[in-house]
């Protein structure tokens, strides 16, 4: 029996001991342990039922670091009870592959099944990876490949074809703190059996500033209890300024779901909206900092630049999307550089509020008032019997008098719009 509680041979492979890093100690012993990736793991998802079956076909993990991608290899053989090999690809070369695969030949010829497992399989070159396909065709070995780079954009087609694909996403703020739970607690392979007591606000910190990345979390959990001195009772604490300093990074009061999230996108606003482009990027730098999703903070740029620019700057609104577009497509932290482009040039733009209020007044009136008919000679005449009834009679085609004519828009004369000064 193993590590793993499970018969699996897992030779191929170094296995934790005392002296390994707690990140690598805490690696799930099993599906059960495992922490995170609902999407393809929870109950009755795709993976999870074939993991459990024990019916593994060859796999493609990708993601970013620290998500899980090789804790779930080792949880997938260890169910499979399958040999595995372990190799990267940033360091192996034709020979070492070679050597994996004639050995996996062997020992299926005894009946026993080999789990390759690849990690940066990016880094193989083609020649590398089409050494792969026979093996893999012919299920000498069991391919689980991994990556942080788009496999479709880096791995063969051909492997692509004879692979299930699953992308692991970067784990929540909840996940990570289940994660550190656990190894606080762990007797075994974490810190259970010392006199240790870690603060809320240091957890939370340590959980949010990982960026959803485990190993990280758990490296600076470690650092944090190994540094603190016991007290005279032998009693270790950690503060948030120790999870701080381990971390190497700062703790900003921004709640996600409390005051000062509201009170900070509020005074990030009210900063473009009053010409301020210093404050409005302290506060944008503020939230990205602490962590706030891209997204939200360019949608409320797209919201000022049209309620509170618009028709004074129409390039503020069309900016503002491009922002948020952007900030989509390339991620943190480049996103930062439009983000801050979109809020200075929405701050720095003439402001009016015409178009908000425009369209408020006229909601209004079709929410209290009776709703106006449209004229007849702006009806649609197109449809059948439309004209017989009279639709589209008297239209003046406003390009027929050089642009713009007078005529009846609007049954009874309304004023929505009052352009700004």
Not at 109 to 134: C, S, Y
Not at 381 to 394: I, P, Q, V
Request: aromatic letters at 8%.
């Amino acid at each position: 029996m193993d590590l793993f509680g499970e018969d699996p041979d897992l030779s191929g492979v170094r296995q934790p001991d005392s002296a390994s890093p707690l990140a690598f100690r805490m690696f799930p012993r099993n599906i059960e342990e495992y922490v995170g990736q609902e999407h393809i793991l929870g109950e009755g998802k795709l993976l999870r039922r074939a993991v459990e079956a024990g019916r593994i076909s060859s796999l493609i993990f990708y993601g970013p670091p620290g998500t899980g991608k090789t804790a779930l290899a080792r949880v997938i053989a260890s169910k499979s009870k399958a040999h595995l090999e372990w190799l990267n690809a940033a360091t192996a070369g034709l020979d070492d592959l070679r050597k994996a695969i004639k050995s996996a030949r062997g020992r299926r010829e005894k009946g026993v099944r080999t789990i390759l497992f690849l990690d940066e399989i990016h880094r193989f070159n083609k020649l590398q990876q089409d050494a792969l396909l026979p093996d893999v065709e012919e299920g000498n070995v069991i391919l689980i490949a991994a990556t942080v780079e788009n496999p479709f954009f880096y791995v063969n087609s051909a492997l692509i074809s004879r692979s299930q694909i699953f992308e692991l996403k970067p784990l929540s703020t909840e996940d990570i703190l289940k994660i550190l739970g656990k190894a606080l607690k762990d007797g075994e392979r974490g810190f259970g059996k010392l006199n240790l007591s870690v603060d809320d606000d240091a957890l939370k910190h340590l959980a949010k500033i990982c960026d959803g990345d485990a190993r990280k979390a758990l490296s600076a959990l470690e650092i944090a209890v190994l540094t603190t001195l016991p007290d005279d009772r032998g009693a270790i604490r950690v503060t948030l300024a120790i999870a701080e300093d381990s971390i190497q990074k700062k703790a900003v009061v921004y709640d996600k779901d409390g005051d000062q999230h509201y009170d900070t996108i509020s005074a990030f606003i009210k900063s473009m909206r009053g010409s301020d482009p210093d404050a409005a990027v302290y506060y944008l730098a503020k939230m990205l900092y602490a962590g706030e999703d891209p997204r939200f903070i360019a949608r409320r740029i797209v919201i000022c630049a049209s309620e509170d620019v618009g028709d004074a700057d129409p390039m503020a609104l069309v900016l503002a999307v491009s922002a948020l577009r952007a900030a989509e497509f390339v991620g943190m932290p480049e996103a930062r550089i439009p983000l801050a482009q979109a809020a200075i040039y929405t701050a720095n733009a003439p402001k009016s509020n015409a178009c908000y209020e425009a369209i408020d007044a006229a909601l209004e009136d079709i929410k209290n008032e009776q709703t106006m008919e449209v004229p007849e000679h702006l009806k649609d005449s197109h449809y059948k019997g439309a004209k017989e009834l009279g639709h589209g009679e008297g239209y003046k085609y406003p390009h027929s008098y050089g642009g713009h004519v007078e005529q009846e828009y609007l049954k009874d004369k309304k004023t929505y719009y009052r352009r700004s000064k």
